[in-house]
């Protein structure tokens, strides 16, 4: 028997207390401890650790919430806010301090149990499984490559509650992820391609940074010399790593065609290419699909996902259909005030905006990407993934380059 995990509670952030106690005995928690003020459980923290911290969030002000982030969250990064009607302002200012979950007071038993079902699985030791890793490129910068990486690892997330999800930022220097998700993160690329040799699920854990609903983040490094590091021998050991410990792994992929992007693109078992309805865009996916159909990915592996698709222009997803010869498997329309919000304040469009159109389509794509029939039976007859060995990617490489 695995021993009982410890919880933590602030003043009556549980109530009830039965609906909690029942929660959290049946996902694996010892009987509650109780400490009367924020103070007082940053105080025992200093000396003890517990798995999880249950905390008011409600008329929580500028002080109490530096107090979480930066004397409560370091030692137990497992928390759940608690607030009977509170405001977004309020949750958003939550989640900026680092509390990954908030849950309506007075707490009910599925709310709750949905939020420690999200901690809990970022708490257990990651079981060895064969993830899946979905690629997010586009050969031009600024077409929302990032905004749908994050969004859709959000959606995964999300919708599956019980499994692993990691977002990686493969721009492995000076990558947007971590401003997107507004992350102070403690290690980041770098630190693991330090220790690429001694990598089990545990470290890979320990080295990721948590990020919304529940998902683990990987974020780019600001050390420049880890360009270097991170060769595509490096990459693609970081990368199995990822498969053999989450369930779904997002790449956030440079623009650029290196071979450390051109090993992300082979292992994945999805692509999703970005593209909008603008001449030079349409142009540089054309490129793309054709260096894609020359490197042999199945046509089933690539999503190509037309981004503000509604957005003012003369060329419609007819079009872009015609010139890249191919159907397009998703349109996410332009919410030009929902990304820039979200942005700001530092949460996917996903968790601002739930109920949008453009919140929905990501989720329409996630749920595309997550079962593909088509794609997986690819993958199984070798004709989808085929990394190859470094030299025949470098002497295909030189062939591209040349043609
Ligand atoms: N559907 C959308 N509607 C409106 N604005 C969007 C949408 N998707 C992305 N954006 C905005 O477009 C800009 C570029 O997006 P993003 O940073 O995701 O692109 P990128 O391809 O990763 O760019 P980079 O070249 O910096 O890597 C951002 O300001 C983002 O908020
Ligand atoms: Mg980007």
């Given at each position: 028997?695995?021993?009982?995990?410890?919880?933590?509670?602030?003043?009556?952030?549980?109530?009830?207390?039965?609906?909690?106690?029942?929660?959290?005995?049946?996902?694996?928690?010892?009987?509650?401890?109780?400490?009367?003020?924020?103070?007082?459980?940053?105080?025992?923290?200093?000396?003890?650790?517990?798995?999880?911290?249950?905390?008011?969030?409600?008329?929580?002000?500028?002080?109490?919430?530096?107090?979480?982030?930066?004397?409560?969250?370091?030692?137990?990064?497992?928390?759940?806010?608690?607030?009977?009607?509170?405001?977004?302002?309020?949750?958003?200012?939550?989640?900026?301090?680092?509390?990954?979950?908030?849950?309506?007071?007075?707490?009910?038993?599925?709310?709750?149990?949905?939020?420690?079902?999200?901690?809990?699985?970022?708490?257990?030791?990651?079981?060895?499984?064969?993830?899946?890793?979905?690629?997010?490129?586009?050969?031009?910068?600024?077409?929302?490559?990032?905004?749908?990486?994050?969004?859709?690892?959000?959606?995964?997330?999300?919708?599956?509650?019980?499994?692993?999800?990691?977002?990686?930022d493969?721009v492995v220097v000076g990558g947007d992820?971590r401003v997107?998700?507004?992350?102070?993160?403690?290690?980041?690329?770098?630190?693991?391609?330090?220790?690429?040799?001694?990598?089990?699920?545990?470290?890979?854990?320990?080295?990721?940074?948590?990020?919304?609903?529940?998902?683990?983040?990987?974020?780019s490094s600001d050390?420049p010399?880890v360009q270097?590091?991170?060769?595509?021998?490096?990459?693609?050991?970081?990368?199995?790593?990822?498969?053999?410990?989450?369930?779904?792994?997002?790449?956030?992929?440079?623009?650029?065609?290196?071979?450390?992007?051109?090993?992300?693109?082979?292992?994945?078992?999805?692509?999703?290419?970005?593209?909008?309805?603008?001449?030079?865009?349409?142009?540089?996916?054309?490129?793309?699909?054709?260096?894609?159909?020359?490197?042999?990915?199945?046509?089933?592996?690539?999503?190509?996902?037309?981004?503000?698709?509604?957005?003012?222009?003369?060329?419609?997803?007819?079009?872009?259909?015609?010139?890249?010869?191919?159907?397009?498997?998703?349109?996410?329309?332009?919410?030009?005030?929902?990304?820039?919000?979200?942005?700001?304040?530092?949460?996917?469009?996903?968790?601002?905006?739930?109920?949008?159109?453009?919140?929905?389509?990501?989720?329409?794509?996630?749920?595309?990407?997550?079962?593909?029939?088509?794609?997986?039976?690819?993958?199984?007859?070798?004709?989808?993934?085929?990394?190859?060995?470094?030299?025949?990617?470098?002497?295909?490489?030189?062939?591209?380059?040349?043609?």
């Open positions: 028997m695995p021993e009982a995990r410890t919880v933590l509670v602030v003043g009556d952030a549980d109530a009830p207390r039965d609906t909690t106690d029942g929660v959290l005995t049946e996902r694996g928690f010892r009987a509650a401890e109780h400490v009367d003020t924020l103070a007082a459980a940053a105080t025992r923290l200093r000396s003890e650790s517990f798995d999880l911290v249950i905390l008011p969030i409600g008329g929580a002000g500028p002080k109490e919430m530096s107090l979480i982030e930066h004397d409560i969250r370091p030692s137990s990064p497992f928390i759940i806010g608690t607030a009977a009607g509170a405001t977004q302002e309020l949750i958003l200012g939550a989640l900026r301090a680092g509390i990954p979950e908030f849950v309506p007071a007075p707490l009910n038993p599925e709310e709750l149990d949905v939020a420690v079902r999200r901690l809990v699985r970022r708490m257990e030791p990651a079981l060895r499984t064969r993830g899946k890793i979905i690629a997010v490129y586009s050969a031009k910068g600024g077409l929302g490559t990032t905004t749908v990486a994050v969004n859709v690892a959000t959606a995964i997330a999300r919708e599956h509650t019980d499994e692993r999800v990691a977002l990686v493969f992820v997107v998700l507004d992350l102070k993160p403690s290690y980041d690329i770098g630190d693991l391609v330090m220790k690429v040799d001694r990598i089990d699920g545990e470290l890979l854990s320990s080295l990721m940074t948590p990020g919304p609903s529940g998902m683990l983040v990987l974020p050390r010399e270097d590091l991170i060769e595509s021998n490096a990459a693609s050991a970081i990368l199995s790593q990822l498969r053999a410990h989450f369930n779904y792994v997002v790449l956030d992929l440079e623009h650029y065609l290196g071979e450390r992007t051109i090993g992300a693109l082979d292992t994945a078992d999805r692509i999703v290419l970005v593209t909008q309805l603008s001449v030079p865009a349409l142009r540089s996916t054309q490129r793309t699909l054709n260096l894609f159909n020359r490197l042999g990915y199945a046509p089933a592996k690539v999503a190509v996902v037309v981004n503000r698709a509604n957005a003012e222009s003369p060329l419609t997803i007819g079009d872009a259909e015609t010139v890249l010869g191919r159907a397009i498997n998703g349109k996410l329309p332009n919410d030009f005030t929902a990304c820039a919000d979200a942005t700001t304040k530092g949460i996917p469009v996903l968790e601002h905006e739930p109920n949008s159109s453009l919140a929905n389509s990501y989720r329409h794509l996630a749920a595309n990407l997550v079962g593909t029939p088509e794609a997986e039976s690819a993958a199984a007859n070798g004709t989808s993934n085929g990394a190859g060995d470094t030299d025949s990617r470098k002497r295909r490489l030189y062939r591209l380059g040349r043609s």
